[in-house]
Each structure stands twice: as C-alpha cells, then as structure tokens.
C-alpha cells in the first residue's frame, strides 16, 4: 500500500508560481513512477507531468515548459514547481504513484485568480 499526501496548493496571482508537495510512503519509492494529474470542475482528469524512476520526464502539451516535476528518493518527495500560472490551471492537482496499480492523494487546490 502506498499513501501520498499533496501540499502546497494555494490561490495565486495570473502570472505567479507555485511548488506543489507529494509525500509518499514506502521503502521502495526510487522504483514508483511517480506523476501529477489535475481536475478542472466539469473536466476530466488530466495528466500534468510524469517522472519515471530513472528521472525521465514527460509532460501534457499545455505545459509548454512553464511547469517542473522533480523527485528526492532519499526524501520519499515528488515535487511540481508551476510558473507563469494561468487562470486555466485552475484545478485540484493529484499526485499519482504507480507501483503495480495507480495509488492517489487526496489532491491540491490550485486557484489562479486575480
């Protein structure tokens, strides 16, 4: 069983940044893949970005290089540093970890609002 807990979500100006937070259980966690999804209301679920176990990356097209996923093994900690945030980021961000089945947080509430 693996347990994730986001942090970090919060309201932020058109333009701002944010580092979203993803503390995992396990002793394992070097081999979990590891990613980050969002919900708009009325929208399905999305993924934002994905960060293998061997640190190669992935990323939705809307990114377009304003947003960062990284990883601490040594700290059980994935991590999502969103820039030049849009009103359209607007969503409930989720961590995801997949070690033979998806696992999920509770999710994140990121507002970008003026």
């Known amino acids: 069983q693996v347990q994730l807990v986001e942090s970090g979500g919060g309201l932020v100006h058109p333009g701002g940044s944010l580092r979203l937070s993803c503390a995992a259980s396990g002793t394992i966690f070097s081999k979990y893949l590891m990613g980050w999804y969002r919900q708009a209301p009325g929208k399905q679920r999305e993924l934002v970005a994905r960060?293998?176990?061997?640190?190669?990356?992935y990323y939705g097209d809307f990114v377009k290089g304003r947003f960062t996923i990284s990883r601490d093994n040594a700290k059980n900690m994935v991590y999502l540093q969103m820039n030049s945030l849009k009103p359209d980021d607007t969503a409930v961000y989720y961590c995801?970890?997949?070690?033979?089945?998806?696992?999920w947080g509770q999710g994140t509430q990121v507002t970008v609002s003026t």
């Open positions: 995801e970890a997949y070690w033979g089945r998806e696992y």
């Open positions: 960060i293998l176990s061997g640190g190669t990356t």
